[in-house]
């Protein structure tokens, strides 16, 4: 599922990743925006802008990184959803991932975080660039799940 929403006139596209982190009571985790961010105080997958000549993976992990503090590793990649601004179009490149290590993710960059329960996920004031990924996520939780890897953390 590609979901696309264009304005009339071509608009350049600026692609971005995301990490859908999961915990081993298949909690997801959000990161709500500060006040000094557009689009204050709503939540987010965390993730960044692709860089130049930057993998999709590497820029995850790097954005993460940079944001939470944390290393992760992506499982899954879903599909892209575009979402259109006023002058230009944000590519949201989701990935599917576990966090490596132990570490606690820090807000380095947003007002706080959270891991939330599949079913509080839709309570929650998303960024609009980031809610057809919510609604996939949920459409396809199951399958997703079974897509982690079955170790002590993510048990199934």
Known sequence: MKVRIYMA??????SVVCGILVNGQKQVLAARRSARMSMPF???????????????????????????LIKTTPVNRLPPSDYAEQD???RLIPFLCVQSGDTQP?????????WF??????????????????HYLLTHWQSLMASLPPDEKNAQ
């Open 106 to 114: 820090v807000p380095v960059e947003h007002a706080e975080l959270g």
């Open 88 to 90: 230009r179009i944000i």
């Open 42 to 68: 709503k939540w987010e997958f965390p993730g960044g802008k692709l860089e130049a000549k930057e993998s999709e993976e590497v820029a995850l992990r790097r954005e993460i990184y940079e944001e939470l």
């Open 9 to 14: 006139k071509n608009l350049p596209i600026l």
């Open 117 to 134: 329960e599949r079913a509080k996920l839709l309570d929650l004031d998303w960024a609009p660039a980031d809610i057809p990924v919510v």
